[in-house]
Nanobody, 117 residues
Framework: QVQLVESGGGLVQPGGSLRLSCAAS????????MGWYRQAPGKQRELVAT???????NYADSVKGRFTISRDNAKNTVYLQMNSLKSEDTAVYYC???????????WGQGTQVTVSS
């Protein structure tokens, strides 16, 4: 069973940066699309960014130009570099493997990102 472990969250001031990591156990990581999601208090979980096994990326309009998703297949790890953070980026961030555009695995514990002065 593949498990996902997110890390790298924290408290940052508006305009600051954070780099999130998601380590996946199991051998299916490198052959699948991975995605970062986030869930803010009182809101539904939303897809923020995706990266295919070949490295093609897509972003939600709200983060385009500020966030960068990347992956290291040798390390079974996907990253989310977040720059120019805004208060509205405050959320718990999760990663998952996507199959037919939908999250395929059980959710990890997520990592909290709080943007506040």
């Amino acid at each position: 069973q593949v498990q996902l472990v997110e890390s790298g969250g924290g408290l940052v001031q508006p305009g600051g940066s954070l780099r999130l990591s998601c380590a996946a156990s199991g051998s299916i990581f490198s052959s699948n699309t991975m995605g970062w999601y986030r869930q803010a208090p009182g809101k539904q979980r939303e897809l923020v960014a995706t990266i295919t096994r070949g490295g093609s990326t897509n972003y939600a309009d709200s983060v385009k130009g500020r966030f960068t998703i990347s992956r290291d297949n040798a390390k079974n790890t996907v990253y989310l570099q977040m720059n120019s953070l805004k208060s509205e980026d405050t959320a718990v961030y999760y990663c998952n493997l996507l199959v037919l555009g939908l999250p395929h695995l059980g959710w990890g514990q997520g990592t909290q990102v709080t943007v506040s002065s």
